[in-house]
């Protein structure tokens, strides 16, 4: 295998490395672009800011971590060799085994030389006249690409709130997006956790088992589903194998690109024992597949209650301090209109001894001191606070990066109000920037390995039209990005999703502007959206076989 290598050139007296495709993250969606790109005969160098790949899953160390989609499913599909030889041990895949998978896969495919890890890019600017993006890095190295891949995550910007004296607190605080490589031990420790998002229902049932005592600090309640975690059976694993690629094709003719029981009946059109029997059902087999009972939950609000109700009554069901009970319930938001969690008895470890439920909307926190939170008039003693509070969801990631495309229009300022975008793949006056999973494309609403995998099959597919038509750039049309951002909000209009205070919304951090920021029309409509503008010779886009300032010249002339 012959890898990257990098010619030098001097940009600004600097000495910048030259290749065709810069790639900035070593998730999965920058492996995949890698892979492509090097298979596609291109120079390429991805960079990337921790010390290893897998992205989330380097990062998201937290006990109890592990993903809400099947581990059959949550994985690469674009290799028959790879799904055929990889083993999952359990139904849902834990952190430490998808990071083993993600070195798996670098290893395989030979990834490692061409990724710079311990670097992080600070910015990424498009120089006009040679069409061509310079990146610069807080190592004090520059690339020069003719086409820059933004890999960098939606869930990559972890969020810490800005609490008065956190920075005071004695203790440790660890944020589970961000979590240590060494072993933590929090035995004999009294332990606060602040958040209650996937995260957070994921992490508390762990701390709770080693906690002297745990303390956890809710704000709003959110609704989670039992995983049901097992195992892998193997007459499953080899069902899969035995028609991996059917079902993988299968699985993107479904809305969220995984392959599930999927209701096409209203919730409101059976009667309501039967429509009780289809909840238990799916309760009992555990998993985020409850939300697809019926094909109306994210659309009818009174649909939607009637699975709502049904989870609040299990809440009450299996949480034996009526109380306690009462502040686990979600009342604000309809089900699924936040991303539905996946547990593994969450609900029950409020029962513990040792856990103590401290509702913030009625004690709110007051501050931090160096021996633990003030929260309305009580004082809880910490040795360590765990913060389970998000991410900078979805663009995050890429405002941390000094991003300047076409005279010198920052993507900052573009996307004051909200981001814009073209399906999510690019946004105007960026030309050669592509984004994975951007905002205005399914991305987060999706088993995201699939809708990176579509994603960087387009971006690739782009590129090597490209070079085909001698394309100088690419950039998506002002009018295409209006219509397109037009469409995501309508769409988005059409369904209970944008009835909750969520991250998908942008409420959760401070001063975003509140923006639906993901396509909720489905991966397969998406899919044929991209499809069709790449076969209609790239529509909605400007391509251009000259530099845009050499075009701009020689219109003003
Ligand atoms: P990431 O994995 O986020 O990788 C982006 C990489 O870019 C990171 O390594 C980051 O360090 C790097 N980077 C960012 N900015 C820079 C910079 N300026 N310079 C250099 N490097 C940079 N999705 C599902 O479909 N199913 C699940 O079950 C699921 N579970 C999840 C659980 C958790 C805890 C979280 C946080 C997310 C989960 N997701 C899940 C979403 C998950 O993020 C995606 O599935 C997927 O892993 C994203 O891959 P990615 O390569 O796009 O981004
Ligand atoms: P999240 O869903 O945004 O939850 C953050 C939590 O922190 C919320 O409970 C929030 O409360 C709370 N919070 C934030 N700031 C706070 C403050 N200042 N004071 C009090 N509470 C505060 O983040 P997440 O749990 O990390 O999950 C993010 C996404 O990552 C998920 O939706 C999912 O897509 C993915 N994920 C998936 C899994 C999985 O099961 N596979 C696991 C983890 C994450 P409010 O709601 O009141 O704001």
Known sequence: MQHTDVLDGRVDGEVARSCDVVIVGAGFAGMYMLYLARNMGLTAVVIESASGVGGTWFWNRYPGARCDVESMQYSYSFSEELQQEWHWTERYASQPEILAYANYVAKKFDLLPDIKFNTR???AAFQEEESRWLVSTDQGTQYQAKWCVMATGCLSAAQTPKIPGLDTFDGRIYHTGNWPHEAVSLSGKKVGVLGTGSSGIQVIPELAAQAKHLYVFQRTPNFSIPARNKPM????????????????????????????DLGDKSALAVPAEERVQEYQRRWAAGGTGFTAAFADLLKNAESNRTAAEFVRERIREVVKDPSVAELLTPVDHPIGAKRICADTRYFETFNRENVTLVD????PISEVTPEGVAAGSDFYELDCLVLATGFDAMTGALSKIDIVGRQGLTLKEKWRDGPNTFLGLMSAGFPNLFIVTGPGSPSVLTNVIVAIEDNVQWIARCIAHLIEVDGRYIEATQSAEEQWMEQVRKVAEGTLYTQAKSWYLGVNIPGKPAVFMPYVGGLPTYQQICDEVAVDGYRGFSIGTQSPCVERRQVNA
């Not at 193997?234 to 599930?260: D, F, Q, T, V």
């Not at 913030?360 to 004690?363: A, E, F, G, I, V």
């Open 121 to 123: 890019v600070t910015r």
């Open 233 to 260: 059976d193997a007459e499953y694993e080899n069902s899969w194998k035995r028609s991996y690629s059917e079902r993988r094709e299968k699985a993107r003719s479904m809305p969220a690109g995984i392959l599930c």
């Open 360 to 363: 913030l909307r009625t004690n």
